[in-house]
């Protein structure tokens, strides 16, 4: 597996020990997160490598049957265009030519709903959904399509397996990074909200997507993986009483939004740090995005979702635990 010490790789970890499953994965240095619990840990194969390492890939995948590809880099400041092309692109690449390589018989691709670009309109989203350049794909989202356009080639020459796309991921990991931030940003009582609209699932529900994919004979196919839709108002109320924190209540427009993207640019300059609120993500909080839900619902009989109010309560809870035993800092 790739991407294991990531925010989704540590459930799907959790989720392949717990169904018995041996696992080998990969990792660029010997720290593992705070949130991986030890006993699941030790029961991990881990070897030293990369996805832009070429060798350390061909002796992690000998032996190996499957793989869960779940490496990659989220972010959505220019500055990291370079990095999203290389780890998400040719470190996808590099998966994908191993895997032929050395005889891998399945693979199980995460992707994004990113994937799938965006439009200007409002518009309901499911995997029939063609890509198409344009100004709104964020850099991001344009290296995830790349990554799937390799991801494809590899079924062509002969590889089986699936691709995921998860919407917004949400859960219990280190909040400093990733969707993870956006509990950390209602526990300190953020005050602006936008109306946009998005996608969010549970990441243990992400997990058990994979592994259930991984374990079926589904090929050549694509799923969204999405509890619900909700506007990030909603979702930011839902934290925030989670928290038992006060909930935002100043509605950031576009015109606000804009101007604080760009004040976040000049504060970055002077600071020399990566701005907290980039053009991207501004756009993104201002769309109006839904997604269809149904096909994985359909493929995976023995799949069902978590309630996206039931996945924020438990997140929360495990976020005040961490702060009172000191895992996790402001």
């Known amino acids: 597996m790739t991407g294991g010490t990531g925010f989704l790789g540590v459930y ?23 949130y991986l619990p030890r006993a699941i840990a030790e029961q ?5 490598g990369d996805v832009l390492d070429v060798v350390s890939l061909e002796e992690a995948m000998e032996g190996i049957d499957a793989v869960i590809h779940s490496a990659a880099v989220v972010s959505f400041h220019s500055s990291d265009r370079q990095l999203l092309q290389q780890v998400n ?19 199980v691709h995460i992707s ?12 309901t989203v499911n995997e029939e959904k063609k890509w198409t350049d344009s100004k709104r794909n964020t850099a991001y ?24 796309n998860p919407s917004t991921i949400l859960g219990f990991g280190n909040w400093h990074q990733s969707s993870c931030a956006i509990f950390k940003n209602a526990y300190q009582e953020f005050p602006w909200y936008t109306n946009g609209v998005n996608g969010f699932v549970g990441v243990e529900d992400v997990a058990q997507a994979a592994v259930q994919a991984l374990l079926s004979d589904l090929h050549g196919k694509r799923f969204i993986v999405s509890a619900d839709d909700l506007s990030f108002r909603n979702l930011l109320h839902l934290i925030a009483d989670g928290f038992g924190k ?7 427009t576009p015109l606000l939004a804009g101007l604080a993207w760009r004040l976040e640019a000049l504060k970055a300059m002077l600071s020399g740090k990566k701005p907290l609120l980039t053009s991207e993500t501004a756009r993104i ?4 995005t839904r997604f269809e839900n149904s096909a994985l619902l359909q493929a995976l009989p023995g799949f069902t979702y978590t309630p996206l109010p039931v996945v924020i309560e438990r997140a929360a809870a495990q976020y005040l635990q961490a702060l009172n035993d000191g895992r996790l800092s402001l």
């Open 246 to 252: 006060k909930r935002p209540a100043q509605n950031a």
């Open 112 to 123: 994004s709903v990113a994937a799938l670009g965006r439009s200007v309109k409002a518009e």
């Open 89 to 107: 692109v040719e470190g996808t690449a590099n998966v994908v030519n191993m895997a032929i390589e050395r005889g891998v018989r399945r693979l």
């Open 285 to 288: 909080a201002q769309s109006q």
């Open 44 to 48: 991990v194969e881990w070897v030293p």
């Open 12 to 34: 799907i970890l959790q989720s392949l020990v717990q169904t018995g499953i041996g696992v080998r994965a990969i990792r660029r240095s010997d720290a593992l997160p705070f």
């Open 141 to 164: 989202a344009i290296s995830k399509h790349g990554a799937e356009m390799e991801v494809w080639r590899g079924f062509a020459e002969g590889l089986e397996g699936v691709i995921l």
